[in-house]
């Protein structure tokens, strides 16, 4: 009987160094657990005293800007709040938030706890589904019908890139960039991908330059032409016609061609016959971005 008391008591004693050392570090590199409801994903997650959270989103050279560190910073609680749904988490007085800055690690913001263990009320963070960025979509009949200026820019044989004539706000771009779309030298289909993804559409790619963006059951095909350097930068008909090619033979409810060349008249008639496809050209990049930063 003694016996089995002490094998008893050991087992239990076992138990609890384990809990302890179990609450004091934890510590998780798993894909898994990557994501917690959002398109941020978690690299690593520590605690201690403190909660530590590392996004693996990459820095700016310059640092995270406010926009970005709010973002970060608001949703590394949300992080530690779903955590603590599964694991013990007591007494933890400080969040804090990384990311990679020069494949190491840079802090980027930290938040203290007015009570310990008490996380603040939830501030439903802009990346989480049910907190989504205006739709896009709902504003594209708005797009520019015309293309002012069109017979001399087409004669041009050089595009500058396409960041240096698009205005991306911070609260954008920080959204972007946690997405791994990097605001200064995406292209125009990073940026509208990006977008449409900020505003809840779940993004599939169907070819190397096509893409099905879905959201309540609603499917658009993303059609992205590129501008290569020495090209004529404006779209030519051979382009417009396949684009409406592809999205009869994709079924899908909407389409969209975008590309950092100008737009030939033709799309014009071509949206007037079929408004379901539309295309995001040069000189309407920036109609689309204000569309959602101001919807």
Not at 242 to 269: N, Q
Request: charged share 30%.
């Amino acid at each position: 009987m003694e016996a089995v008391v002490a094998i008893i008591a050991i087992v239990v004693i076992v138990a609890l160094v384990i809990a302890a050392a179990y609450t004091t570090r934890l510590r998780w590199r798993s894909t898994d657990d990557a994501e917690i409801g959002s398109d941020v994903r978690v690299a690593e997650f520590h605690v201690r005293n403190e909660a530590q959270v590392f996004f693996d989103v990459d820095l700016p050279a310059e640092g995270a800007d406010d926009a970005l560190t709010d973002l970060l910073l608001r949703q590394a609680v949300e992080v530690v709040r779903e955590k603590r749904k599964h694991l013990p988490m007591p007494g933890i007085d400080r969040v804090i938030a990384f990311a990679r800055s020069d494949e190491d690690w840079a802090r980027v913001g930290a938040m203290s706890l007015e009570t310990p263990g008490e996380l603040p009320p939830e501030t439903r963070p802009m990346l989480l589904p049910h907190h989504e960025m205006p739709d896009p979509l709902e504003r594209i009949s708005d797009l520019p019908s015309h293309a002012p200026g069109l017979e001399t820019r087409a004669a041009e044989e050089a595009l500058p890139p396409i960041r240096d004539e698009v205005a991306i706000p911070s609260s954008v771009a920080a959204r972007l960039r946690a997405q791994g779309r990097d605001p200064v030298s995406a292209g125009a289909g990073d940026i509208v991908l990006g977008i449409l993804r900020c505003s809840g559409y779940g993004l599939s790619q169907d070819a190397p330059d096509r893409w099905t963006a879905t959201k309540s059951g609603r499917r658009v095909m993303v059609k992205v032409v590129p501008h290569a350097e020495g090209e004529y930068p404006e779209l030519d008909e051979a382009e417009v016609r396949e684009a409406v090619v592809d999205f009869v033979e994709s079924r899908a409810d909407r389409g969209l061609l975008v590309t950092e060349k100008y737009s030939p008249y033709e799309i014009y008639e071509r949206e007037r016959r079929d408004p379901r496809l539309r295309f995001i050209t040069r000189e309407r990049i920036q109609h689309f971005v204000d569309s959602l930063a101001l919807g």
